[in-house]
């Protein structure tokens, strides 16, 4: 049975996060956006709006003992929802070797609020950052995409597990030489059951659970 949700649309809003946040009651609560005036990545950092853009957010009550990879399991979604992108571990959604968009996840006393920051179109993207079309696709762009990302991320959230293989064959990171913060280097080799990268370095296996990381151009 699909999980019913309260569905907000906004013209602009200074943080879908934090207004599905204080819109959560005994419902989900999806709150999407054409424009953030404060829409903040991983850490904090400031997420820069394209000129058409997608902000969503989802806001659901799980149980602490659920660990599964929700930044993983949203991207599978947004993977699903738009199509013809690839997934940067953890949270980035790739378009043309470029980032097209990102994934953020906040969690607290049971309380979960998942993220997506798309660009839609950006005609001169800054350095390094991509769009999903090369032309205005119009202002009513984001709708379709916001409620296709929401219904794939409840459906994946109600089922058993999460999807370990589609996210792997949609990960652009294993393969790569890749860097992390603050001083790692090596081939990222495999995603692993719980959603950590695993990394090969001078014949030995690590395992990353978090933190930035970077594809090593060839």
Not at 28 to 36: D, H, I, K, L, T
Not at 103 to 131: F, T
Not at 143 to 153: R, V
Not at 159 to 184: F, H, K, Q, S
Request: hydrophobic fraction near 40%.
């Amino acid at each position: 049975m699909a999980t019913p949700y309260l569905q907000f649309w906004e013209e602009s809003v200074p943080s879908t996060q934090d207004l599905a946040r204080a819109r959560l009651g005994p419902l989900p609560v999806v709150v999407s956006a054409r424009r953030q005036s404060a829409g903040r990545g991983r850490s904090g950092a400031a997420w820069e709006t394209a000129p058409r853009a997608l902000a969503v957010s989802a806001a659901f009550r799980r149980p602490d003992e659920d660990r599964r990879p929700f930044s993983l399991m949203a991207g599978v979604a947004a993977a699903r929802a738009i199509g013809a992108v690839s997934l940067k571990w953890p949270n980035d959604i790739f378009s043309d070797e470029a980032k097209a968009g990102g994934i953020l996840v906040e969690r607290s006393s049971g309380m979960v609020v998942v993220g997506l920051g798309v660009n839609l179109w950006w005609p001169d993207p800054p350095e390094g950052v991509s769009a999903l079309r090369d032309s205005d696709p119009g202002a009513g762009a984001h709708a379709p995409i916001a409620g296709l990302w929401a219904a794939e991320l409840f459906s994946l959230i109600e089922a058993e597990g999460w999807p370990l293989e589609e996210y792997r064959r949609l990960c652009d990171t294993v393969g790569r030489e890749i860097t992390w913060e603050p001083d790692g280097g090596g081939r990222a080799i495999d995603i692993d059951e719980d959603g950590g990268l695993v990394v090969e370095i001078d014949g030995r296996r690590v395992t990353i659970t978090s933190g930035v990381v970077s594809h090593v151009r060839s």
